[in-house]
Every structure is written in structure tokens, then in C-alpha cells.
């Protein structure tokens, strides 16, 4: 199955591509909302401003993946593999990114709104300007990631590993700017 494939049972009403193979394809700008890439290899895919409303992505493998600009609202990534994948600018309010792995991953400006980030590793990750508002980050791993103009508010930080983080200008949970280094 080829990324081609993809689209085209995409449109003729398939949903399910559970564990597809997808190495490096170019899905750039596509609508895939609601389809279930569960345990999917898509190592180095192209994403890049892709619809992907409410997708299951749990358990996939996205490493190096870019999803710049895309639209994951309501995504299920819980327990993907999302190193250093490319994510900056994309939308990922209420997705679940439990347990996920995004070691070095960019979210640069990513909106991640009401997010479950419980116990993800985003340890060296890249969250400039990245909106964590009322986020679940619960025993999630931040440290050596940077947090620069993060906005935290209303964030839950209980367990947080914030260890060696760069939190300067950051938006913290109490809503006051702190400049942390």
C-alpha cells in the first residue's frame, strides 16, 4: 500500500490503515480526519498541514515525521513514537499524546490546548511559544526542553520533571510570567 493508495481509499470511504507501512510518504495537505493509523510506520511522512481531526495514531511510529501546520484537534497519539518529529504550528488541542515520545520533538507555537501529556517524554523537545493551556502533564518528562514563552497557565505540573528546562518568559500554571533558566 502506497501513500497514492492512501488517499484515493481514503476518499472511496476506508478508514482503517492499521499498521501501514508508509515510510516517508507524501501525505502533505490531505484530509485523513478520523481514519486509524494505529501501529503505522510513518517514519519521515510528510504530513505537513494535513486534516488530521481525531485520527488514531496510538502506537504508531512517526519519528522524524513532519506534521508542521497540521490539524490534530482530538488526535489519539497516545504511546506514539513522536522523536524528533516536526510538529511547530500544528493544532493539537484535546489530543491525547499519552505516554508518547517526543524526545526532541519541534512544537514551536503548537497549540496544545487541554492536551493529555501524561507521562510523555518531551525531554529536549523544542516548545517555544507553545500554548500547554489547562494541559494534563502529569509525571511528563520536560527536562532539557525548552520552554520559552510557553504559555502554562492553568497547566497541571504535578510530578512534571522540569529538570535543567529553559522556562524563560514562560506563562506558568499560577498565570504569572516567570523568567526561569
Known amino acids: 500500500m502506497n501513500f497514492k493508495n492512501i488517499v484515493q481509499l481514503y476518499t472511496a470511504g476506508k478508514r482503517n490503515f492499521r499498521k501501514a507501512d508508509l515510510y516517508k510518504a507524501k501525505l502533505a495537505f490531505v484530509c485523513l480526519n478520523e481514519a486509524n493509523f494505529s501501529k503505522a510506520n510513518l517514519c519521515l511522512a510528510n504530513l505537513r498541514g494535513s486534516d488530521l481531526r481525531g485520527v488514531n495514531f496510538s502506537e504508531a511510529d512517526l519519528t522524524g515525521a513532519n506534521l508542521r501546520q497540521a490539524d490534530l484537534t482530538e488526535a489519539n497519539l497516545g504511546a506514539a513514537n513522536l522523536s524528533k518529529v516536526n510538529l511547530r504550528g500544528a493544532n493539537l488541542t ?88
Do not use: C, F
Request: no cysteine; proline share 1%.
Open 94 to 181: 484535546r489530543a491525547n499524546l499519552e505516554g508518547a515520545n517526543l524526545e526532541e520533538a519541534v512544537l514551536g507555537e503548537a497549540n496544545l490546548n487541554q492536551t493529555n501529556l501524561r507521562y510523555a517524554n518531551l525531554s529536549k523537545a523544542k516548545l517555544m511559544g507553545a500554548i500547554l493551556t489547562g494541559a494534563i502533564l502529569l509525571g511528563t518528562n520536560l527536562s532539557k526542553s525548552i520552554l520559552l514563552r510557553a504559555n502554562l497557565t492553568q497547566a497541571s505540573l504535578i510530578e512534571t520533571n522540569l529538570s535543567e528546562a529553559v522556562l524563560t518568559e514562560a506563562r506558568m500554571p499560577d498565570g504569572k510570567v516567570h523568567d526561569y533558566a
